[in-house]
């Protein structure tokens, strides 16, 4: 659920994540569920937290009711002992996405990553951003857990930025992006135990990079600290490898009425039709071996 506005939809959506926890305690190939705060707060609420503008009286009371639901949803993941990953949304909601965060994992990050806060390593102010998530973590005694992300909302981005005229927070090429993601990585790897990592990417690179990582560091595959996550019907030849090398491999099943899941499955497949995309990607993989089998 994401991008809801009204109080009957976030109780909806809260009663789902309820269902979905539930549906998680009896099923032990489930350990995490997902949310986007979108789906519980006023996308409007969150700008103007983000943004520090001040809120009404009225406005104060439904952002502590927003907060409260999330609190039920933590409280309730962590002693299921069910991990609950927040994503990352457009920038000017993240700033209150994050502080939500932030105040969730102080609770519930007891040595053991149950709220998990994702970075968007396209934007050009998150790997200080992850020190930042480091720090807070220390001072406040908590586990500093993280899924690290390219990131999905390149070009509204980047559209906002034009029309409001402010520089754009996303880095200029894919290169950059590519770079800033892999110093996340080695940045958490390097601080693993005071964090959990989660590397969510389709990138072989990614992959790659994360296995040469723990090898150099000593951290076995399975290490609790380190999973990697691939969507569910995508890039399953990184997933299954992974999984058969003894990393932990979490498939990220988004479900739903079409209707309600058709803005994430569009940002999919403009992922998947780009050019450095998924699709081009297993394809060629297909390609490949159709030659290899056909000799
Ligand atoms: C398990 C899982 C969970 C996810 N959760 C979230 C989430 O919470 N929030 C979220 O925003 N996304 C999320 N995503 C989507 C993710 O951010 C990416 O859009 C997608 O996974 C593709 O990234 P990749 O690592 O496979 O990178 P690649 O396919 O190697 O690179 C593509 C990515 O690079 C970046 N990029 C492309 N072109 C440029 C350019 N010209 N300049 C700068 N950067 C560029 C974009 O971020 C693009 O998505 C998730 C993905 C997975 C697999």
Redesign the pocket.
């Known amino acids: 659920m994401e991008g809801k506005e009204s109080e009957a939809d976030f109780d909806r959506t809260a009663a789902y994540l309820s269902q979905t926890l539930e549906y998680a305690r009896e099923d032990e190939d489930i350990h995490i569920i997902s949310t986007?705060l979108s789906g519980l707060f006023r996308f409007g609420l969150l700008e103007k937290v983000t943004m520090g503008e001040p809120l009404t009286k009225a406005e104060a009371e439904e952002y502590e009711r927003g907060k409260a639901r999330v609190g039920r949803i933590c409280k309730a993941a962590f002693e299921s002992g069910i991990g609950i990953?927040i994503?990352?949304?457009h920038s000017w909601i993240q700033g209150a996405v994050d502080e939500i965060a932030w105040e969730m994992s102080r609770q519930y990050n007891k040595g053991i990553p149950t709220v998990i806060n994702?970075v968007?390593l396209?934007r050009k102010d998150r790997l200080q951003f992850l020190q930042d998530s480091l720090q807070h973590a220390r001072d406040n005694g908590y586990l500093c857990a993280v899924?690290l992300?390219?990131?999905?909302?390149?070009e509204k981005e980047r559209e906002r930025a034009r029309a409001m005229d402010y520089p754009s927070p996303?880095?200029?090429?894919?290169e950059?992006?590519?770079r800033a993601?892999n110093e996340g990585l080695q940045f958490c790897i390097g601080h693993i135990g005071e964090v959990y990592v989660?590397n969510?990417?389709?990138?072989e690179e990614?992959c790659r990079l994360q296995t040469e990582l723990m090898e150099a560091r000593g951290l076995e595959p399975g290490h609790p600290m380190v999973a990697t996550?691939?969507?569910y019907g995508?890039?399953d030849n990184l997933s299954y490898n992974m999984a058969e090398a003894g990393f932990n491999v979490?498939k990220?099943l988004p479900y739903g009425p079409v209707r309600e899941v058709l803005p994430y499955l569009i940002?999919r497949t403009q992922?998947n039709t780009?050019v450095?995309?998924?699709m081009s990607r297993e394809l060629n993989l297909i390609r490949k071996e159709l030659q290899r089998r056909r000799g």
């Open positions: 986007k990953h994503d990352a949304e994702a968007q396209y899924k992300v390219r990131g999905a909302y390149m996303i880095h200029e090429s894919l950059e992006t590519h993601y989660c969510a990417t389709h990138n990614s996550a691939q969507l995508m890039s979490e990220y940002r992922e780009s450095e995309g998924q």
